[in-house]
């Protein structure tokens, strides 16, 4: 028992890291914004990711004695998730960003898990207990919490923003699918390197039309951009598009996507944190209470959630018998 609940304190440990790497996305594409173009940004890290994870995967299948999968009854698998959950996701979340406001982007966010946990409910037959659903409603009031500035600043219904709302609307559920078909890769028992090289490998080919024709990259001058521009999409390829990816996937192995997902509602928490240390912006009071709050729904679903729905079941139990 004890064994068990150490690892799901690592398991939610590892979700807290997991989504503080990937807030990190914010500031450093804020810094290199304006030297590279918006699609070098969306996808020259994934290439470099998996430039980077390939050597390592092959590694890893040298020491397990087995092969790369190329053959089409291994590689079609993640033909899906490389396609919808990796090129489409970062089109359409580049695309959406440049046409609506940063505020509508931050509010729209919020549906990702929503929309994983319907997805998760037809393809994974995972089911809503009364505790996520606590969770659920408790993580969202903490992200509005943090988030009051993006809320009195959101403009949805302005008809400028319509179309930038409904692709990030898009990206999103892309991102939504993309979780939950990787659960989906995971339970197929494809370790995290494959699931993480070979969905990147589909990605990258996808992009390089764009690569060529729509924003053509340049090697040399991509170099010659300035070392913060060089060490930003570093810093994406290994500490945003990779590693992250490698964690989340291995937690998936202990946890529903549901359970896991809910912690992408401390990236707003996150990201004001960055904006405090990196560019000088104010802390709030409601800020603090909102990401405490957040925490706690974490903590609700990946550790303490079967005592909780005993909990819940024997005070259901006790009011049965009472009446």
Known sequence: MSILKSQK???????????????TQVPVIRFIGD?????TVAFIPMVASTLIFLPVLWIENKRRNVKFRWRWNEIKYFVLSGLIGI??????YTLGSKLT??????????????FVAILASFLLKEKLNIIRIISFVLAIAGVLMTSISDISGAKFFHGQYFVGNMIFLFACFCCAFYNTYCKMLVDKKFTELEILVYSSIIGSIASIP????????HFIQFMHSGKIAVFGIFELSLFVYGIPALLFFYVLQRLDVTQAILGTYLLPFFISLMGIVLLNEKISFLMIV????????????????????????????KKIRNN
């Not at 030297?35 to 699609?39: A, V």
């Open 35 to 39: 030297r590279l173009g918006p699609i």
């Open 87 to 92: 090129f489409i996701m970062q089109y359409a």
């Open 9 to 23: 304190a690592i398991d939610w440990g590892l979700i807290i890291i997991i989504n503080f790497l990937w807030a």
């Open 210 to 217: 764009l690569l060529i024709w729509a924003e053509p990259f």
């Open 290 to 317: 909102g990401g405490s709050i957040i925490f706690i729904s974490t903590l609700m679903v990946t550790i303490y959630e079967n005592k909780l729905v005993e909990f819940s079941r024997k005070i259901r139990f």
């Open 101 to 114: 406001i940063a505020a509508n982007a931050g509010i729209i966010t919020l549906t990702i898990p929503v």
